[in-house]
């Protein structure tokens, strides 16, 4: 008989609620309500609003009842990494959780620095430096509002926030632990002692659970109140790109990922951490995978930029679709001028546009006269520096990967997926779209045992969803514009 399952996947501008008929060969996929997300501004801060997601999640599980029925085989959830919440000894929620763009990190990193070497950080947990990695969160609250961590009874990420207000039960899930930058894979837990180092009290971390372990029942008034008679929660990988990179269809080894969305998260698949000079070097990271595997990655500013564009762009009374912004894209000209998407000029909300031009302006490039142009641009350059990061990657793996997977939502941008190809010069196979709630609801299925491996879970994955190739164009036009990016990357590390 096909069994029903339920995938919560939340991201930094929206969340949904889908559900999985899995036939046991294949899986179909039927989004049942979708809500917006974002950060909200209050008093010169960034912060989620957990509560109103929460009761989303609820409006999800209600309608999963009346359009599946209320026989569940299982519920699972996927966030975003690095954010968390605090609890009281009494369980109740202590502030609102910040998001990670929020300007409180700034200058964390040099401050643990100081405390402890960048060179022992990464010895102790492999993961890439960045301001926004949970630790630099903490210590940010330790350094400025100490009183919240004095009080605070338990530490949660995000989705074991929400597990726990589902089922009661407190644990941190394998793949959002490893984003926090405090979890150590060689002892595979908590990294405490370098808490303790950072002035950050360590008993209030939860035990950490892998990928596919069942968490119980729903709280039995959640339950009834949805009109949902079995279905227990399960972890997946509960960190999205996790969840993502178990939906990749790989049939070669080597083969790197882009998770593609509002980052670009590129990387390989490996069996253990790497941990090298060479990776510190390159600011790879390690984040936990599923069925024992590692995502050996770095992190790169994806649609992001596009995104805010658009919202700059509707405020001013001009609202433009993706699709549009797509097309306007295509008819500007090509390989005019580019940027760092990764620039700290990019990172907060604001008017990506004007960003845009003025770093174009301050490099001495052509400024984008218009939309379209200025879309080109991010689009162009975030191609450029997948390329840059493929290298990286191949330099510290010592091979060459010869075809690029991609996977998200992202993939519905085909532009980007043929710059991608042209930038690279590698083969790129997109798909599936719905790569993460795919993976969610795989590792709930391989969880119950109707599945027994990653191999069967990627086999599921290709029976179930299209996958196109994107074939490299371009040649020399493509080789020039990125020996000029490289340039203007080397120029703009100089100058910082």
């Not at 690095?82 to 202590?94: G, K, N, R, S, Y």
Request: aromatic share 8%; hydrophobic share 40%; with cysteine.
């Amino acid at each position: 008989m096909p069994q029903t399952y339920l995938a919560y996947d939340l991201g930094a501008s929206s969340g949904r609620a889908v559900i999985g008929h899995f036939d046991g060969s294949a899986v179909e996929l039927e989004e049942i309500h979708r809500f917006a997300n974002g950060p909200i501004s209050v008093a010169g801060s960034l912060y989620w609003d957990a509560l109103k997601l929460y009761d989303e999640m609820l409006a999800g599980l209600r309608k999963c009842a009346r359009v599946s029925g209320p026989e569940l085989s299982g519920i699972g959830i996927d966030t975003w990494g690095v954010d968390f919440a605090l609890l009281d000894d009494t369980d109740e929620l202590l502030g609102n959780p910040h998001c990670y763009r929020d300007a409180r990190v700034q200058g964390m990193m040099r401050r643990a620095f100081s405390r402890v070497s960048r060179e022992e950080i990464f010895e102790l947990t492999g993961l890439q430096f960045l301001e926004i990695n949970t630790v630099y969160q903490l210590l940010s609250l330790a350094e400025k509002n100490p009183q919240h961590l004095r009080i605070a009874s338990t530490f949660l990420m995000m989705p074991d926030l929400f597990n726990f207000w589902l089922t009661g039960l407190k644990v941190c899930e394998f793949s959002n632990a490893t984003t926090t930058q405090f979890y150590n894979p060689r002892t595979g837990g908590w990294a405490s002692d370098l808490l303790e180092r950072l002035g950050i009290p360590a008993d209030m971390l939860p035990e950490i659970v892998p990928p596919g372990t069942p968490l119980g029942p729903l709280r039995p008034e959640i339950a009834a109140d949805a009109g949902i008679r079995s279905g227990g929660v399960i972890a997946p990988a509960c960190h999205d790109t996790g969840s993502a990179v178990a939906a990749v269809p790989f049939s070669d080894a080597d083969a790197a990922y882009i998770s593609s969305g509002t980052w670009a998260l590129l990387g390989a698949e490996l069996p253990v951490p790497t941990a090298t000079r060479a990776a510190l070097r390159h600011n790879f990271t390690n984040e936990g995978g599923v069925c024992g595997t590692y995502r050996f990655l770095k992190n790169i500013t994806g649609l992001w930029i596009v995104q805010e564009c658009r919202r700059i762009w509707e405020n001013q009374g001009r609202a433009y679709s993706f699709a549009e912004l797509v097309q306007m894209a295509e008819a500007a000209p090509g390989l005019t001028s580019f940027i760092d998407p990764d620039h700290a000029d990019f990172l907060e909300p604001g008017d990506m546009p004007t960003r845009i031009r003025r770093f174009c302006r301050r490099t001495e490039q052509p400024e984008p006269a218009t939309e379209g142009a200025v879309i080109r641009c991010a689009l162009e350059s975030l191609a450029l520096k997948c390329r840059c990061v493929l290298e990286d990657l191949e330099s510290v793996l010592d091979r060459r990967l010869h075809t690029i997977h991609v996977v998200g939502g992202g993939i519905r941008n085909t532009l980007l997926n043929q710059f991608t190809a042209n930038a690279s010069g590698r083969p790129v196979v997109a798909g599936p779209a719905e790569a993460t709630a795919l993976g969610n609801i795989l590792m709930q299925v391989y969880a119950r045992g109707e599945i027994d491996s990653l191999a069967g879970i990627r086999e599921v994955v290709r029976n179930s969803t299209e996958i196109v190739t994107f074939e490299p164009g371009g040649g020399d036009a493509w080789e020039d514009a990125y020996a000029r990016f490289r340039q203007l990357l080397n120029v703009e590390a100089n100058v910082h």
